[in-house]
């Protein structure tokens, strides 16, 4: 079986993130969307939120699943056996970063090729921080956000806005 795992912060999940599964999950038998807790970080969004989002928008794809983890990744997939690793690539401002990743993961976890897929056009400035920022002004995150889910994430990300006040 050909497992794949797609880590992430998806604080919160956007149509971006969304892109690169409904494109990856075909390409594997299983495909794991793994949200990583990073101890350092304060997200916005709790981990069990962020992983009951994604679980909204993948609800139709059969071979998609929903984790959370803390710790190394190369742990995780190598538990799991995973064949790949998957990113999603924007912009030259990723590459730097995720080529420094992704030879870290492979020397810890040589079996795991990392994958990378280049966003689709529409979603190429499309960021979870940049969905932040423009919900907590108010603004319309509705071409950034996968719809089923845009309530919730426009409700969270307003009440923010409304305690900074
Ligand atoms: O969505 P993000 O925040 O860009 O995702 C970054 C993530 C979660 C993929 C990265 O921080 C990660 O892999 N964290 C797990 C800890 C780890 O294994 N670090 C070494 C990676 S080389």
Redesign the pocket.
Known sequence: MRIAIY?????PITNGHLDIIRRAAPLFDQLIV?V?I?PD?RPTFSHKERLELIQRVVGDLPNVQVDT?Q??????VTAKGACALV?GLRAVTDFE?EF??????KK?APQTETVFLVTSTQNLYVS?SLVKQVAQFGGDISDFVPEQILPDVTRKLSAGRNNQE
């Open positions: 880590p992430g912060s998806f604080d793994l990583v990073n970080k983890y710790g190394l990744l190369a742990d995780y990113k970063y420094q990743m992704a030879l870290v993961n810890l979870s």
